[in-house]
């Protein structure tokens, strides 16, 4: 069914290879950012469709990708991840017609003003042009990501894992299909034909000005080499340090739902709370309960002095539990003094990602979300609605806690840059 | 007056020295962030007085700098570079006083919205953080970049040219004052205390998250060293390679004008043209008005075969001519066959800055401004508007040639990053 993986591997020339890769990529991204809103969603549709009728086609490459992985020794996590069946195959499918609803950010005035000489000057949103994206063994990102970029306007080089290889290609097939019946060029969305990893370190480069910007989809170690190696910009967050700030004034029964959603509801998400620190004010009557309720609920809680003594089965935490992303259905937690005491725990041991403070006391509240200096910061509700889709955005290319250009869900318009066009009536500078 | 400089220069550990000041401008940031504005505009009006009070004190130091400069065989226009006298230590103040007057970015509710969960959430502007400006010999840059610096909440590092460094040290004495009497930290406004040319290398490196973003301020090659060895982002631009083109449908007198002022305003700005494109439908009754005037005006022509014929003055242009940013009263010009062609020509050699369109026909302007992707793109107005002043900004740091975060000119507003801060009323994740 699918060419064998060996011409693909024996890429005599892969600097050569890559390069003309961007540069087609490149000029695709020419015709993209000019293309309708029609056409690109003909295009989502006509994936879409071509996912959906290529099922048995994904599902069979899968099956060899995952044949080969077992044999290599994979986890059975690893293995989760890497494996698709119809339902998994019908949610991509789903996932681009949900970006086909999205409005298209491209065009967009987002101000216009006139300025003393006559002269209207609008800001206008334009796409970055290409976009790398380095995803490891889910092939779903293809899907997503690709969907995101037309979207956006931009041509994406995607780079899976080599694991993944055969699941993408099928994937990546349907996503071509799309583009040629919709008229748009098939290097849109390229995928980088071989397994070869140095692949990756050429991306990375940035190709000579070939790559306008680099997303890392994947585990720590993956991003971190990412943000170290990477000679252009970078969408990109390492971590989810987050917290849940329980203060005197809170309900008790709002912090329960929260905390406990905030934890448990995924704890492997990078929405997921890490941390729950508790005002000493009224830790008398909230800390016992949201502790023993946390651990009733299976989840592990690693505290200070004052938190074990509210539970017997609390473990005692080290310093290392304050800067820990678990990613499990652990939790540290901390007595504090007051809303002053938890910004100061925040803003040394967080990851600016998403913090949560649970209060009913309004200036404290307002406090909060002023000085944690976080992507997202929220009163009374869970850290877990850090996604893209929950802020409305449609569907999301990663979270960024960095404060360059996007922060926070990365969706179709933090994937957009801006010009300024300004209209004229013959006006020279003094 | 000035404390001697061997004191600054006998940094016995550079790196140590850096990272305390990095670590001191952190503490600083984190205080500003939360800076009113009124209190960011005592300290503006502060600043100002202390500049003007100071005025004799700061053009003697300058005067220590170009005796030295002088005798180290320093050109003539470096020396106008950095030389002060009354007027130009007013137009210092008089900027800080413009600075003062622009509103408060930071704080600002960009957006806001209310998803259907009843959660609102806002996007909200911050700080940056930490910006880091390296500049060469003119010592108002530190004036100018402190007060952007400050006004958007951001604490700054300034490094300017060691031939400068006794200028730099009074002003920013001036400006350390106005941080005192308005109560905000002194390290809001650092200038790195040594003429140690090793410091630049390790601003550069990021001081290990130090420093959140790098602003170059000065030629070619200052800029290029950053961009290429900066481990942060950096708002730069490398050239001003700016194009007007005059189509076959522009009245004649507004391409005079706007073609005269574009060039010869001030050539040496980074919004000057450098190529003149002439639509050959029009190249009959156009191209020798054109040429003649700007010859006669005292600029240098360099044309293809079509442009010597249209004056006898034109000097033959090579492929290099295409490409190069002049900075002086010299032009390129070429005759192409339409707006396509001219979008194409731009594509192929502009630098993506600035580029100007003269024409009547509305169509045909739309086009260009779509399609030609430069951060700013003008109808029937001159390409010496690329200026944050002049975008009604108030003032700028620099103009930005990248996609990412800022495009064009960078004032306070794009100096700032944003924070969603969402409002629950107990809402967890499903």
Redesign the interface.
């Known amino acids: 069914m699918n060419a064998p993986l060996k011409a693909f591997d024996e890429a005599s020339d892969l600097p050569s290879l890559m390069t003309e890769l961007a540069a087609g990529a490149r000029r695709a991204a ?1 015709m993209l ?2 293309a309708s809103t029609e056409q690109k969603n003909a295009a989502l549709a006509a994936m879409a469709k071509a996912i959906r009728a290529s099922a048995k086609e994904i599902i069979a490459a899968n099956a060899e990708d995952v044949t080969e992985a077992r044999a290599n020794g994979a986890s059975a996590a690893f293995i989760d991840r890497l494996s698709l069946n119809d339902a998994r195959v019908e949610s991509m499918a789903a996932g681009i017609d949900v970006v086909r609803g999205i409005d298209d950010p491209v065009g967009v005035v987002s101000e216009t ?1 006139t ?1 003393p000489n006559g ?1 209207r ?1 609008e800001r206008v949103r ?1 796409p ?2 290409v976009v790398a994206v380095i995803f490891e063994s889910r092939p779903n990102v293809l899907a997503d990501a690709g969907a995101l970029c037309l979207k956006s306007g931009n041509a994406v080089i995607l780079r899976g894992g080599s694991d993944s290889f055969r699941s993408c290609r099928a994937i990546h097939t349907c996503l071509v299909q799309g583009l040629r019946e919709a008229g748009l060029p098939e290097a849109s969305i390229t995928l980088v034909p071989t397994r070869d990893r140095a692949a990756v370190g050429l991306l990375l480069t940035g190709l000579s000005g070939g790559v ?2 680099i997303v890392p989809r994947g585990g720590k170690s993956l991003v971190a080499r990412v943000e170290a190696e990477a000679r252009v ?1 970078v969408f990109a967050h390492l971590e989810g340090v987050n917290h849940v700030y329980v203060d005197r004034a809170a ?1 008790l029964d ?1 912090a329960k ?2 905390v ?3 934890k448990m ?1 995924r704890p492997g998400v990078c929405g997921a709370a890490e941390t729950l620190l508790v005002d000493k004010a009224a830790a008398a009557t909230q800390l016992k309960p949201l502790v023993t309720m946390l651990i009733d609920a299976g989840c592990e809680v690693r505290g200070d002095a004052d938190v074990q003594r509210a539970d017997a089965r609390v473990k005692p935490a080290t310093e290392e539990d304050w800067g820990t992303e678990y990613e499990d259905a652990i939790i540290a937690a901390k007595v504090v003094n007051g809303v002053d005491d938890a910004i100061a725990h925040i ?1 040394k041991y967080g990851s600016h990602h998403t913090d949560a403070i649970v209060t009913e006391d309004e200036k404290v509240a307002e406090k909060f ?3 944690v ?10 850290t ?2 850090a ?1 893209g889709g ?3 955005f449609g569907a999301e290319i990663g979270i960024a806690t960095g ?3 996007a ?2 869900p990365v969706g179709v318009e933090q994937l957009t ?13 003094p």
């Open positions: 020419r950012a000019l003003w300025r002269m000057i334009v970055l042009g306008d910007v910009p309900s709002m739902t929260i406990l959603n905030a509801r803003e979300l002023n000085q200096d976080s992507a997202i910061v929220l009163h009374n509700a869970s877990q609605f996604d929950e802020f409305g404060k360059f250009h922060r926070g840059s801006f010009k300024y066009r300004v209209h004229g009536t013959g006006q020279t500078r």
